[in-house]
């Protein structure tokens, strides 16, 4: 899918790359367990290269969804972990004779006994083996920590510019990160125990075989899914300046505000645009939109809401949307001439889906649960009145 996507920005052909190579890495496995001892011990080098780099890979995927417009080769020093430990295995490699990599291969990879003792070039191999899997589980602890840390900055400064940020954030990216910590628990746990142990019992090999592909898979279609990224943002972010230079406010500007020069307080003025001019109803305004309509910069507007209302921009909006929708709810005249998906649309929310779970995450139940609560307590309204008028 990745490699037919039309729409393929830096971060999607990154991930094709890291797909690609991660396949490199089950290649080397499935030799590997298939018992293939000669051909794995030419490959064991791209082995450790391959498994030492896939974190530290995803990590800089997520910095070009995140962070980087653009592939940053100052990063490169990433892979010297990975690159010093491979080329340490290599040249040891090198210099032990047929008999040292049949001993290494058959003794200490495979669990057979019989080829002690070991050599010294064998016991620098095994000082490998331990350094592998010490490097293994720092990359994972720092690569979803700094990877984690990247998606919440980059959703919130989302959630700070736009009002809809459905297809925006990277909520289920942040889901695959999570795949990634299980995986990577499986990962830690089957590089301390040894690759060989699962020679010794194979019916458990199932189990971070199908974490991996599962997860594998899974960042495959999220990553293809994503159609929104830091160049994106960053685009937006870049049109806004340039509006700005040009008198921007008279692009946004649908209407004359003269009522917001007699508000002082910018807040104030905030309101006002979202009370009575119901500037929320547009599904995609952003908060350069408002800080043009303000004719101020938007960096005041969002230090606005966030101090002083103690939100954010899309929550503020979809706060507003949220009061509307419930108005049109509450009234029966119009929600027997309106459906659900009319008063999404007219209350400012891009998706049906969005308003749904906006909507049970403020009221805790569903717009249709909320219509049909109104209604009854109308019409149990309407009875008391009668009962009392009788």
Not at 48 to 76: E, N, Q
């Amino acid at each position: 899918m990745l490699i037919i996507d039309r729409e393929r920005n830096t971060s999607k052909r990154f991930l094709t790359f890291f797909l690609s190579f991660i396949s490199i890495n089950f290649f080397i496995h499935a030799v590997y367990f298939n018992h293939h001892y000669e051909l794995y011990a030419i490959l064991d080098s791209v082995w450790v290269f391959t498994s030492l780099l896939s974190f530290p890979l995803y990590y800089y995927y997520i910095r070009l969804l995140t962070t980087d417009t653009t592939i940053k080769y100052k990063w490169s020093w990433l892979t010297l972990p990975s690159f010093f430990l491979a080329t340490y295995c290599a040249v040891i490699y090198i210099l032990m004779t047929p008999e040292e990599v049949a001993s290494f291969v058959q003794g200490i990879l495979y669990l057979k006994s019989g080829y002690e003792p070991y050599s010294q070039l064998i016991q620098l191999q095994i000082l490998r083996e331990q350094l592998f899997k010490i490097l293994f589980t720092t990359q994972i602890i720092l690569s979803v920590y700094f990877g984690l840390k990247l998606i919440n900055n980059y959703n919130h400064n989302v959630r700070s510019f736009y009002s809809n940020t459905g297809g925006k954030d990277l909520t289920s990216t942040k889901w695959v990160f999570v795949a990634f910590i299980m995986a990577s628990v499986v990962s830690a746990i089957a590089s301390n125990i040894g690759k060989s142990y699962f020679i010794t019992h194979s019916w458990l090999l199932f189990l971070p075989s199908v974490t991996y592909s599962a997860c594998i898979f899974f960042s495959g279609y999220v990553g293809y899914m994503q159609r929104f990224t830091i160049e994106h943002f960053t685009r937006n972010v870049n049109e806004y300046e340039s509006r700005k230079k040009t008198r921007g406010e008279n692009v946004v500007a649908h209407y004359y505000i003269p009522d917001l020069d007699n508000l002082k307080s910018l807040q104030d003025r905030l309101i006002y645009l979202l009370e009575k001019k119901e500037i929320f109803k547009n599904p995609e305004l952003k908060i350069s939109d408002v800080s043009l309509l303000l004719k101020t910069n938007r960096t005041y507007v969002s230090k606005i809401i966030n101090e002083e209302m103690n939100t954010n921009f899309c929550d503020l909006v979809n706060s507003y949307r949220i009061n509307y929708a419930e108005g049109l709810l509450r009234s029966q005249l119009l929600t027997d001439s309106l459906s659900i998906t009319k008063i999404a649309e007219i209350s400012g929310f891009s998706s049906l889906s969005s308003f749904y779970r906006i909507f049970k995450s403020k009221n805790g139940v569903s717009p249709r649960t909320f219509k049909q609560v109104s209604n009854i307590t109308d019409t149990s309204r309407e009875l008391a009145i009668d009962l009392l008028n009788t």
